[in-house]
């Protein structure tokens, strides 16, 4: 696996499982924070961040469904990297459609940008990534954090009143990022990229026990933390978004699809319709991603045609009891 190593790009610098072929995440490095206090480094404010992404990256999406969900977009910019990532990484290439080139820097590949807020990183190069151009340096690069720094430390920005980290609620929503991350955020991944059978049915076995569990979950309320829409939801949401059309082939978790749950597939269409949410997905990107940049998973690059899913049809999810916040009107034929 590529990554940085003293500042120098190497393609065989990282393994990405261990001895026994289990696939192992590497951890983030760029961990400060944004924080609405006066003695803070990193204050909100809005045109100074910079959030760079990748449609087909589940991690990015968070942080554009949570500015999408606050409405954020005129506060906080967007680059896009090409969906396909070979031996440089992640590369700009705004003459392909749905990406960007680099807004700030005019970079040509993100661990350009890595190397000027850290000139001796040793680390993967990953999104998504908070730049702040006030002090011309990397945030953080870890999504969950990012995602909550958007979430709680932007209201005085943000033009719809959505708090996704509400009070009462938080405990459980930590409670359930944790409880969701290994074996199903993670867990498609684990599948994924293991290289012996064992950690692979392990990964599995995970996998499904989880998605049934929140499947049963989902039967009786609207979302995972009750009657509220949180950051659990839009955690939970890029990776199902992804499930059929990708991981479920690509990544053979090939147990159940998530159109087949009774609870878990109207849940998913719930979050679709929810305003805002849809325009952050674009399958184009997620399928030309995986499909094409994992040769030792997919030595031949085919992209999997299928399936179409309806992620527009009716859902009944506002039988249950909860409602998404008043500022997130029922959604229109444009969202």
């Known amino acids: 696996m590529n990554m940085l190593v003293d500042g120098e790009w190497r393609t065989d610098a990282y393994e990405t499982t261990d001895d026994d072929g289990s696939f192992q995440r590497q951890e983030t490095t760029f961990r400060d924070r944004i924080h609405d206090e006066p003695d803070a480094r990193f204050q909100p404010e809005a045109g100074r961040y910079h959030l760079y992404v990748s449609y087909a990256c589940p991690w990015a999406h968070r942080t554009l469904v949570v500015r999408a969900l606050k409405g954020l977009e005129d506060a906080i910019s967007v680059s896009v990297v090409d969906p ?3 031996e440089d990484g992640w590369q700009f290439t ?9 807004h700030v820097h005019d970079a040509d590949y993100l661990r350009e940008l890595y190397v000027k807020a850290d000139p001796d990183a040793t680390c993967r190069v990953t999104v998504p990534v908070l730049w702040d151009e006030q002090e011309d340096t990397i945030v953080n690069n870890e999504s969950k954090e990012i995602m909550r720094m958007l979430d709680t430390e932007f209201d005085e920005y943000a033009e719809r009143d959505v708090d996704l980290y509400p009070e009462g609620y938080r405990e459980e929503v930590d ?11 993670n867990g498609v991944y684990r599948a994924g990229f293991a290289t012996e059978q064992e950690p692979y049915e392990e990964a599995v076995d995970d996998l499904f026990a989880a998605l049934d569990h929140w499947d049963e979950v989902l039967g009786e309320q609207r979302y995972l933390a009750g009657d509220r829409l949180t950051e659990a939801d839009v955690a939970i ?12 082939t690509h990544f053979m978790c090939n147990v159940q699809y998530v159109r087949e749950y009774d609870n878990l597939w109207p849940y998913l269409r719930d979050l679709y319709q929810t305003p805002g949410v849809a325009r952050t997905v674009h399958m184009d990107h997620i399928k030309e991603h995986y499909y094409t940049t994992h040769p030792d998973v997919n030595p031949h690059r085919i992209v999997a045609r299928g399936p179409d899913l309806a992620f527009d049809a009716p859902h009944d999810r506002d039988e249950l009891p909860g409602s998404p916040p008043a500022d997130l009107a029922p959604a229109s034929a444009d969202d």
Do not use: A, M, S
Request: hydrophobic fraction near 25%; aromatic fraction near 14%; charge should be negative.
């Open 84 to 86: 396909y990532r070979d």
């Open 94 to 102: 705004p003459e392909k459609e749905g990406c960007t080139r680099d």
């Open 175 to 185: 409670r359930i990022l944790d409880e969701i991350y290994e074996p199903i955020n």
């Open 237 to 248: 949401f890029t990776t199902l978004v992804r499930f059929d059309n990708v991981y479920h």
